[in-house]
Structures are given as structure tokens and as C-alpha cells.
């Protein structure tokens, strides 16, 4: 079984397209992410959720928007997407609250093209 | 800045022979460190993390890390490559959140 699946694995859209990615972890975990990978490997994070709740936003555009319909899911939905969207993006699911010493499990990444 | 470096963006070694990836990091306190390596097309797959206590830690697939705060380096080890072990090599630490260094890149020649 995969503890950390996401839906699509490659997406190819064009500027100013909404899209979602969906992400479900079946470990039980509380906290949940989303991170972006750029061309160059670099590896970002973009949102946390513990239990339905926001923990960390860092400097993400607000087109972009988490959404948790229950605590196995962590949807990414972006507005008006842009060529700079183009990334690899990843969820991770931990047990704990993010800074807690607690790994992190990644999900296989979703591959994202803006045209 | 708070940051973790990996210094090396590529490195090429010979199949058996032995490796070693450099990660250092620029933070107050000593954060949570983890090694993360990443296949082709894959998503991350932890190899080891150390939070406190020996200072060696003993990870998947035969790597080894150590912590050296002295040094506030945290360098993965391997006595003997497999040409499995090609891959993009992922050092993070764990503060408030997680934040990765750029990664180093592995190619294992026959």
C-alpha cells in the first residue's frame, strides 16, 4: 500500500488555468505539507497542515490555496497559473507537528508544466 | 542566514569505491538533521536522521552519517557505491520546518 499517494503524477496545462493536485496519506499522520521543487533540484516548502489547521505559509503566492477536507488529505489548488508554476511538487505527511523531531513522508511528486 | 549547504552539486565515482556527501548547516541550535535521497522521476525516501545521542547513525541501503557539531557538518558516508545508488542526494534539517540544501547529484561510472 502507498503511504503517500498524489494525483496526477504529470500535469501539463496552460497560463491561467486553475488546476488541483490531490494528496492522501493513509499513515494516520496528523500534519501533512506541500513543497515545490524547482528546476535546479530545490526543494521548498510551501504549506503545512495539522489537524485542518495552517501552520506555516511561507512567501507562496495566495493563488495558491491548501485544502484539507479531513486529515488523510491535502489538496493544492492553484489559480491563474503562471509559466513560474512549472515545478515538481511534493506532499509529505509526519506524525507530529512540524518541528517536532519527526520524518517527514513523501509522496512520488507531481510534475507540473504551465504552456 | 539560517541554511544547510551542500557544496558539492555533482559528484562521479567509480562502482565499490567509497563516498562521501558534505551537508553543512548555519543555525543556532542544533537542528534535527535528516538525509533524504531521491531516484529518478521519484519522490524522497529518507536514508538516516540523527536527533540527538551517537553522534554516528547507521542508515538504510549501508549509508552512515556523522555529526560533527564542531564543525556543524553532517556528511553521509558509503564504503562501497552500487551503480543503484545513482541518484540526487538530499541533506534537510528540522527547526520550524524543514528546509532542504540543494542537493547533490550521483553518477556511479561501471
Known amino acids: 500500500d502507498t503511504a503517500v499517494s498524489q494525483t496526477p503524477k504529470y500535469l501539463v496545462t496552460q497560463m491561467g488555468n486553475d488546476k488541483s493536485i490531490k494528496c492522501e496519506q493513509n499513515l494516520g499522520h496528523d500534519t501533512m505539507y506541500w513543497y515545490k521543487q524547482d528546476s535546479k533540484k530545490f526543494l521548498k516548502i510551501m504549506f503545512s497542515?495539522?489537524?485542518?489547521?495552517?501552520?506555516i505559509n511561507e512567501t507562496v503566492p495566495n493563488r495558491f490555496s491548501p485544502k484539507s477536507p479531513d486529515k488523510a488529505h491535502l489538496n493544492l489548488h492553484i489559480n491563474s497559473l503562471e509559466l513560474g508554476d512549472s515545478a515538481v511538487y511534493f506532499c509529505?505527511?509526519?506524525?507530529?507537528?512540524?518541528?517536532?523531531?519527526?520524518?517527514?513522508?513523501f509522496g512520488p511528486g507531481t510534475r507540473l508544466t504551465v504552456l | 542566514a539560517q541554511s544547510v549547504t551542500q557544496p558539492d552539486i555533482h559528484i562521479t565515482v567509480s562502482e565499490g569505491a567509497s563516498l562521501e556527501l558534505r551537508c553543512n548547516y548555519s543555525?543556532?541550535?542544533?537542528?534535527?538533521l535528516f538525509w533524504y535521497v531521491q531516484s529518478p522521476g521519484q519522490g524522497l525516501q529518507l536514508l538516516l536522521k540523527y536527533f540527538s545521542g551517537d553522534t554516528l547513525v547507521q542508515g538504510i541501503k549501508g549509508f552512515e552519517a556523522e555529526f560533527k557539531r564542531s564543525q556543524s557538518s553532517f556528511n553521509l558516508r558509503k564504503p562501497s557505491v552500487h551503480w543503484s545508488d545513482a541518484a540526487e542526494y538530499f541533506c534537510?534539517?528540522?527547526?520550524?520546518?524543514?528546509?532542504f540544501g540543494a542537493g547533490t547529484r550521483l553518477t556511479v561510472k561501471p
Open positions: 543555525y543556532g541550535a542544533t537542528p534535527y
Open positions: 509529505a505527511s509526519s506524525q507530529d507537528f512540524p518541528g517536532l523531531a519527526d520524518e517527514q513522508f
Open positions: 497542515y495539522n489537524n485542518k489547521e495552517l501552520i
Open positions: 534537510a534539517v528540522l527547526i520550524h520546518d524543514m528546509r
